[in-house]
């Protein structure tokens, strides 16, 4: 099944590329996650407008993307979370709380799609994440999850 991208997914494309998957992958996955669009002939029109918003919040260069990355590796990120007695989180620890705990410490502004976890946060600890900036350049941030 043809699709159009509305978001980056990883491993299959950025926002406005048109990709061919498997049928099952596009229905169950991607199209009620808002992740994808169907392809029609009128959709290509979709495509260049899509392209556009994403030049518009895309970081441009890979010398901006490792400016970026250097001030994100440079920062010590704290994100205070309700837990329990053994440490064990109310919920977990999302993308989102952690691209405003980078902006509440001072880092830049980073978009909550872009930061990768490799597993759900749900205890107390020290973890790092990986934000992807560029499509060559990763930075690796570390978190400090703390209680309350």
Do not use: C
């Not at 990883?10 to 169907?38: C, H, Q, T």
């Not at 440490?87 to 410490?105: E, H, N, W, Y």
């Amino acid at each position: 099944m043809k699709i159009i991208l509305t978001h980056e997914v990883s491993g299959l494309g950025a926002a406005g590329e048109v990709v061919d998957v498997k049928d099952g992958y596009a229905r169950n996955y991607l199209i009620p996650r808002k992740f994808a669009i169907r392809w029609t002939k009128g959709g290509e029109q979709d495509v260049a407008q899509i392209r556009r918003a994403r030049k518009i919040h895309e970081i441009q260069t890979i010398e901006q993307a490792n400016q970026i990355k250097g001030q994100l590796e440079g920062v010590k990120v704290r994100l205070a979370v309700r837990s329990g007695d053994a440490g064990r989180l109310f919920g977990s620890v999302t993308p989102a709380d952690i691209a405003s705990a980078i902006k509440a410490s001072g880092g830049p502004e980073v978009d909550k799609r872009r930061i990768e976890l490799t597993a759900p946060i749900k205890t107390l600890g020290a973890y790092e994440t990986s934000v992807r900036l560029h499509p060559e350049v990763a930075a690796k941030v570390t978190l400090e999850v703390v209680a309350a």
